[in-house]
């Protein structure tokens, strides 16, 4: 039995987003540390600097729900009632540690159960503004601080801010190739689909830095040069939204005669973005990519003078995708009880109203049966941009 | 040249075949388990009917929930695409469809006969004739008398839309207090009719509006929901229709299209057989 080590490119891709915790276990077992990790806020470059290779705790799609009912309310989101699920049915039983975050209100208090029930040597919270004032980043900028002192403490190691701004490069690297990736997606028919590029960026999230950005340089090779899978379709989507943490829902889209050629969810370019800049004091780059670069509704970006204003500075970088990789239909995702996203949809399909981009909001129920009436509204909406 | 549209609802199927002069024939038959595979039944019923035979199709358009199911369709079309074509084919001036059917509503707005925006509630059976059969069952009355008998009420009372289960009980619970059943009946259509209007309401409503789907031949829900709108609504002759018979104009505007543009005309397998789907 081949270990997921040994696979490359593409193949390695899925059968990691098939199998998601076995190369951790493998690495695990070869006394390797694993350090449990939500959203995309934890500044990850700390964590690999002292030693831990980080994994991103996603909910699933595929398992019901058994026990997270009885310490969560009804309205919690779907993934992170699984996410919660999945710890207290002991399925993610590879953590040395877990890093917590107020991302939204309710990944705060899930941080808080998580750790409760699972127990685990090193838990820290990172408490995150909502704001991008000087202030809220000096406050991020200590949170990374302190984050970063606990765990020197308890690894019993110093992070001299050298080492750091090598592991900030590294991880630069992989962001680098993630937008070199995506870049694949501009042409028309893009060189890989909607559902290639999900299952890349989830197989990323539970490897190595290392082992992922050479996975990523293969797979970059291997698409440039195979023969054109993709077909040639009008509709050409950007996907909006809430993490997808199984292909479901793309694979309907994309089987509704459209290619979803970009994304801003956070399995996806909101992950990756932007690079952290090299400041003198690294923490300093952290804070303003982590707060600031990361784009997602959970922050909240100051009204200035008008409305109008106001949607450009939320949402301008999205139509910058929409120009660049030559988008025609926006299809806004959100899963249910997603308080953060729900919000935001009125808004931002005022701003592509009003830049004459047709979007089709989506609700769905973060599961990968009964599509069929979301595929009805996929399909009545590519018929429209037609 | 001859066109068929055929609209498989969750409830009925329904077969319109037009050519240069019209409508050459229109078939509407129950769905159900049985006749979900047969949409071939119903087809042959239709060409019977027009005189016609399966090869004098140039082109067939599939439409409606069960619109997967048609081995012999060139096509498959959305019932929202299909029904802004339908409606804007009888009556021009439409801007906005709203459909009640057997167990969906949807809201469509059109300009210039194409789709410009839509909205669906196929979730949940409050808001869909689904509905008004739970409550007509339980009140022991047909669907074709609730309507006339809820235009008789001069006090309607109101009726929780939330749930249609929770309605039932609560029409249960009126009745048992000696209330009119007209007046039960007018807060039964008017809580479909709310609940429908809210979910059109996010599409901004634009007149004129025109109701589809077998809950507009009810005068009690169209009634209800020109009370709400506060101006009357545009029903056609045979609400039940309009889906397929946009599904055979969208079919005949293909055909033109690649006619004036010298391409060839992909048609589907034309196996006109059961669905092999069910077996």
């Known amino acids: 039995m081949m270990t997921q080590g040994k696979l490359q490119g593409l193949t390695k891709a899925v059968d ?80 040395d540690g877990f890093i917590g975050a107020h991302t939204c209100d309710c990944t705060q208090k899930f941080s808080h159960l998580y750790q409760y029930n699972m127990q685990l040597p090193f838990y820290r919270f990172l408490d995150v503004p909502h704001v991008v004032h000087k202030p809220s980043l000096d406050f991020m900028k200590e949170g990374i601080r302190i984050l970063q002192q606990s765990l020197e403490k308890h690894t019993g190691q110093k992070l001299a801010p050298e080492r750091l701004q090598e592991e900030i490069k590294k991880h630069n690297e992989q962001r680098a190739l993630v937008r070199q990736l995506y870049g694949l997606r501009k042409q028309d028919p893009p060189l890989l689909s909607g559902v290639e590029t999900l299952q890349i960026v989830l197989s990323l999230l539970c490897l190595p830095i290392e082992e992922g950005s050479t996975m990523l340089r293969e797979i970059i090779a291997e698409v440039k040069s195979r023969p054109q899978k993709i077909q040639k379709k009008h509709a050409r989507l950007l996907l909006w939204g809430t993490p997808l943490t199984e292909t479901s829902i793309v694979e309907m889209i994309e089987s509704a005669d459209a290619n979803v050629v970009m994304d801003d969810i956070c399995t996806g370019t909101r992950h990756f973005g932007l690079d952290v800049e090299l400041t003198a004091d690294p923490l300093d780059g952290l804070a303003k990519r982590y707060l600031d670069d990361l784009k997602c509704p959970r922050t909240y970006r100051e009204a200035t003078d008008s409305f109008a204003a106001d949607q450009e500075a939320r949402f301008g970088y999205i139509a910058k995708y929409v120009r660049d990789w030559k988008v025609n239909g926006i299809i806004l995702e959100s899963m249910k009880y997603c308080d953060t996203h729900g919000y935001e949809v009125p808004a931002i399909k005022a701003y592509f109203d009003r830049l004459g981009i047709p979007s089709l909001y989506l609700e769905h129920e973060y599961t990968m049966v009964a599509l069929a009436p979301l595929k009805t509204r996929v399909e009545a909406f590519v018929e429209m941009i037609s | 040249m001859n066109f068929a549209g055929i609209d498989i609802g969750s409830t009925m199927t329904k077969i319109v075949i037009i050519n240069e002069s019209g409508i050459v024939s229109q078939v509407i038959g129950p769905t159900g388990a049985e006749h979900r595979r047969l949409a071939n039944k119903v087809m042959e019923q239709a060409l019977t009917q027009g005189g016609i035979t399966f090869d004098d199709l140039t082109y067939v358009v599939a439409t409606g929930y069960g619109r997967i199911n048609v081995p012999f369709a060139d096509k498959q079309i959305t019932e929202i695409t299909c029904h802004a074509k339908g409606v804007a084919s009888i009556f021009p001036t439409a801007k906005t469809v709203i459909d009640i059917g057997g167990q969906d509503a949807k809201g469509i707005k059109i300009v210039g006969g194409k789709v410009v925006n839509f909205v669906m509630n196929d979730k949940c059976a409050a808001g869909t004739g689904r509905f008004l059969e739970v409550i007509s069952d339980a009140l022991g009355l047909g669907l074709q008398e609730i309507g006339p008998l809820a235009l008789q009420s001069k006090t309607k009372i109101r009726i929780s839309s939330t749930c249609t289960i929770f309605a039932e009980q609560e029409v249960l619970s009126k009745l048992a207090d000696g209330a009119p059943i007209e007046d039960i009946l007018a807060g039964l259509h008017e809580a479909i009719a709310g609940r429908v209007f809210r979910m059109a309401e996010k599409m901004k409503i634009e007149r004129d509006v025109v109701m589809t789907g077998g809950v507009a031949k009810n005068v009690g829900m169209v009634q209800a929901m020109e009370n709400h709108l506060g101006y009357p609504v545009l029903v056609a002759e045979e609400p039940l229709l309009t889906g397929a018979i946009g599904a055979a104009i969208l ?29």
């Open chain 1, 16 to 95: 990691v987003y098939k199998n998601r915790y076995k190369r951790l276990r493998e690495l695990r077992a070869e006394g390797k540390k694993i350090m449990g990790y939500v959203c995309a806020y934890p500044p990850l470059e700390i964590v690999t600097a002292l030693g831990y290779i980080p994994f991103r705790i996603l909910g699933t799609m595929d398992e019901p729900i058994t026990k997270a009912d009885t310490q969560v309310p009804a309205i919690i989101c779907p993934m992170l009632r699984s996410m919660l699920d999945l710890g207290i049915n002991g399925k993610i039983d590879f953590l």
């Open chain 2, 251 to 279: 079919g005949r505007e293909f055909v033109e299209k690649a006619l004036q543009r010298g391409e060839e005309i992909q048609k589907g397998a034309r196996l006109l057989e059961a669905a092999s789907f069910f077996k």
